[in-house]
């Protein structure tokens, strides 16, 4: 029997939903998270995340194969359209013939997820690079605008370069920001933010790295379009060197946003 499960939107949630399909031996014909709402002429189920649920169909894929559980968290975190149901067949996959087709790049129930998985990679690889921070008050916070759900990966890299400091990055996309101090890292939802304005100090920072950035440019040897291929311009909008005159005007700074107390750990990438 063919039926939507509405779910809670996260991969526990989405194991859940696995879980769920065995259980009552149906074929999800699609998934809807969050506040999502769909007409359809299928049934539909509200699956509940079920920790134990998850935690037993992901000691199964990780026991078939390490790689394909890797491969199935992170594409849960890829902008590909329908990636619940693309995820779901894998799985389907997996269970049923073993982790042997895996070594074939071009399966089909496998080369979409890959295809995506690897967009994700590339993007997180970018973002290294990309990513701006200011000093708010003691604070180091930057905004990313990716496609990806990118900060569970992402933040990794940032927790391991600035250990000893605060800071915090916030994606627009998914608006959602991860948080760490000393010890302590987490991702939480945040609906809404925008960026304090700088202090002096903080002003003059930037204003260096934007005449630094105009000045190693050899106007003779200008080629926009590699520049934006090496640098693609759906990134500029929150890279310093990009913007207007008044993200270089210093006035009283607004509080950084803070995590509550307690901070949990992150969750894996």
């Known amino acids: 029997m063919d039926v939507i499960y509405f779910y809670d939107g996260s991969f526990e949630g989405f194991l859940s939903c696995i879980f769920e399909s065995y259980a009552h031996k149906e074929i999800p014909a699609g998934f809807c998270s969050g506040e999502d709402t769909v007409f359809t002429l299928f049934d539909s189920r509200s699956v509940r995340t079920d920790s134990e649920h998850a935690g037993r169909v992901l000691r199964k894929l990780s026991a078939l194969s390490p790689n394909a559980a890797v491969l199935l968290r ?3 975190l890829t902008c ?5 149901l693309f995820l779901y067949r ?36 970018l973002l290294k690079g990309f990513v701006r921070f200011s000093d708010l008050g003691g604070v180091l916070g930057g905004e ?3 496609k990806n759900r990118v900060l569970p990966v992402l933040g990794g890299h940032f927790c391991a370069r ?26 939480h939802p945040l609906a809404e933010f925008h960026m304090g304005p700088p202090d002096e100090t903080e002003a003059r920072y930037r204003l260096l790295w934007k005449r630094f950035y105009d000045t190693i440019a050899i106007k003779e040897r200008e080629n926009p379009r590699l520049r934006m291929s090496n640098m693609p311009k759906r990134y500029w909008s929150t890279m310093t060197e990009f913007q207007d005159e008044a993200w270089f005007t210093a006035s009283a700074p607004l509080p950084a946003p803070s995590p ?7 969750p894996d990438g």
């Open 260 to 266: 509550s107390s307690g901070l949990p750990d992150a």
């Open 74 to 76: 992170r594409g849960f």
């Open 144 to 146: 990313i605008q990716p």
């Open 162 to 187: 600035f250990h000893n400091e605060r800071f915090f990055l916030y994606d627009r996309t998914h608006k959602e920001a991860l948080f760490h101090v000393p010890g302590k890292t987490a991702i």
């Open 80 to 84: 590909l359209p329908d990636r619940e």
């Open 90 to 125: 894998l799985v389907v996959k997996l269970l049923k013939e073993g982790p042997g087709f895996l070594r074939n790049r071009s399966d089909e129930a496998l080369y979409p997820v890959l295809k995506a998985v690897q967009h994700l990679n590339g993007e997180v690889h």
